[in-house]
Structures are given as C-alpha cells and as structure tokens.
C-alpha cells in the first residue's frame, strides 16, 4: 500500500486521467479500501445511490469478453491482431468497476443521484491517485444498451454511468490548460 497521502488540493490539481496503463494487476483490496472512503461522497437524503460491479483477475477477463461484443461487435470477422488493438484500451488496465447509479422516478432525486454518484466517481479518482494507482473515467456507448445491462445483472432502476478503469501507469500525461476562473464565475449583483 502506497503511505502517499496528497493534499486534497495537490490531489485535484495533479491527478491526471490515465489511459496508456502498463497491465500490472490491481489489488481488489487495495479498490475495495478506496471505494469504502469515495462512498463519503456527498448525497441527499443519505440515499449512497451507487453500486459498482468490479472486475480483476479472472472477472477482468471475462468482463473484456463481455465488452468485446459491444465495442468490436465484428469481431469474428477480424483478424486476431485487429482485435487486439481494438482491445487494448480494456485488456491494459489492472482493473475496471461499471459505475451504477440508482434511477430515480422522480426528476430532482434522479439528478442528485446522478450528481452524488459523480462525486463518488471524483473520490474514487483521487484515493486511487494518492495510491499511485491510475484511473479514468469513461463512457462508451455500449453503457446504454440493455444488453450490456443484462449481461452484468444490472436491475431494473439502475444505471450504469461509467466505465471508470484502474491500473499502474509508467508515463504521468503532461498538465492541460484550464480556462481562467474568471472565463466560467459571475459575481452576481456587478
């Protein structure tokens, strides 16, 4: 376990999403200890409105299959090398969790939901950071199609928002500029 311990602000400002991963495996426990601290994510009501379906190991490999229908669904038809760099931004990370928020009947739930789950995702981002374990937040199409939902036994009043993928990293991607906070603040009243 990495002792790291980042400020929060030094966390927010250098956290980088990771996509170049180096395929090293990710210790379920060391996931399950970071979801069990981004779950302080603020929320109205208590409500928590997430679950998160989480795969390593053997699970990881099985879950690319399931990915690989929905993401090359012709590839049966493609040779072997083909697939595997269609592949690559599953199979190289240490590990993915389906990010799934409660759906809410009712509109203003459902949005704080949404808005509560996002805050988790951001936790989980940057615990893993502070781990030295590399995240990023996607969200392929595929989340939408019932198939998928099916396939990972996702219920009825749930869904799933992102695809959000853990792994060890040899390159950190350099800082992208920000717009300045005075491009996106109004003071209200001037």
Known sequence: MNSQSLTVKTAIRERRSIKLFNGQPVDPQDLMEIFDDAKWAP?????????????????????VEVIREFAVPNWKEISEDELSKKLAKFTAPGAMAIVIAAEDLRQKERLED????SSFIQNSQLLAWDRGIGACWKTPGFLEKPEFSTALNIQAGERPIALLQFGYFDVIPKEKAKKA??????????
Request: proline share 3%; aromatic share 12%.
């Open 43 to 63: 929320n109205h009501g208590n409500r928590q409105p997430w679950r998160i379906v989480l795969a390593t190991g053997e699970g990881l490999t099985k879950l």
């Open 181 to 190: 906070v005075e491009e996106f603040v109004t003071i209200f009243g001037e």
């Open 114 to 117: 949404y808005a509560a789950v």
